[in-house]
């Protein structure tokens, strides 16, 4: 007797939309209890009641579940971010905004914020290059607030690509930095404020 799987949704295609959310739900609460490492797939099918064979239906192994995850959750997370940022600030102002709220972001979010600082450079370059458009927006962002910020006088000129390195690579540095504490929130506004006055001001006194 064959046994057929049983549908859960009014059609075929809501059936499999419906499971697909599953997956990306339970890895989401599975990737917080242990981990990316110690996750297997098996624990991620199990966890919702589908076998290994269906769940190769939906993603093809462990890098495309978890680029994938990233690219259904992230985009909306940068929005939320995005819209954060009070109304009226200068650019300079806004651009050091956005990046403490990135900062906090990645620091506190036990899910997207670890894939993005700790498992992504694991990944291979297909994946990572899923996971990078998938913050793509923010990536504009900051790179139109440099942008204006020349034109305005208030960045000094450079190669706009160097420029975003720099920006990301504070960003994450300081996220790093946080990460590396047992309480995280307790040096949260020394860390923020750091970056800040380093992203505007280098290492120059006076300015």
């Given at each position: 007797?064959?046994?057929?799987?049983?549908?859960?949704?009014?059609?075929?295609?809501?059936?499999?939309?419906?499971?697909?959310r599953e997956i990306l739900d339970a890895t989401q609460t599975l990737l917080q209890e242990y981990g990316?490492?110690?996750?297997?797939?098996?624990?991620?099918?199990?966890?919702?009641?589908?076998?290994?064979?269906?769940?190769?239906?939906?993603?093809?192994?462990?890098?495309?579940?978890?680029?994938?995850?990233?690219?259904?959750?992230?985009?909306?997370?940068?929005?939320?971010?995005?819209?954060?940022?009070?109304?009226?600030?200068?650019?300079?102002?806004?651009?050091?905004?956005?990046?403490?709220?990135?900062?906090?972001?990645?620091?506190?979010?036990?899910?997207?914020?670890?894939?993005?600082?700790?498992?992504?450079?694991?990944?291979?370059?297909?994946?990572?290059?899923?996971?990078?458009?998938?913050?793509?927006?923010?990536?504009?962002?900051?790179?139109?607030?440099?942008?204006?910020?020349?034109?305005?006088?208030?960045?000094?000129?450079?190669?706009?690509?160097?420029?975003?390195?720099?920006?990301?690579?504070?960003?994450?540095?300081?996220?790093k930095a946080l990460l590396a504490e047992r309480r995280p929130e307790r040096r949260m506004e020394e860390?923020?404020?750091?970056?800040?006055?380093?992203?505007?001001?280098?290492?120059?006194?006076?300015?």
């Amino acid at each position: 007797e064959v046994t057929v799987p049983r549908i859960r949704a009014a059609s075929i295609e809501e059936h499999k939309t419906k499971t697909r959310r599953e997956i990306l739900d339970a890895t989401q609460t599975l990737l917080q209890e242990y981990g990316y490492e110690e996750m297997s797939l098996g624990d991620v099918a199990a966890s919702i009641g589908i076998g290994r064979t269906t769940f190769y239906e939906y993603f093809r192994d462990k890098e495309d579940l978890i680029a994938s995850l990233v690219e259904e959750t992230l985009p909306e997370t940068v929005e939320e971010l995005l819209a954060r940022v009070p109304p009226g600030l200068s650019v300079a102002e806004r651009l050091v905004d956005l990046a403490e709220k990135t900062v906090e972001f990645v620091a506190t979010d036990p899910v997207l914020g670890l894939i993005l600082h700790r498992e992504a450079p694991k990944l291979s370059p297909a994946a990572q290059e899923r996971v990078r458009a998938a913050h793509g927006d923010l990536g504009t962002e900051f790179a139109g607030l440099y942008r204006a910020g020349v034109r305005e006088g208030a960045f000094r000129p450079m190669p706009p690509d160097l420029a975003g390195r720099f920006i990301q690579d504070v960003i994450m540095s300081a996220a790093k930095a946080l990460l590396a504490e047992r309480r995280p929130e307790r040096r949260m506004e020394e860390v923020t404020e750091a970056m800040g006055q380093f992203l505007l001001h280098g290492l120059t006194v006076g300015r």
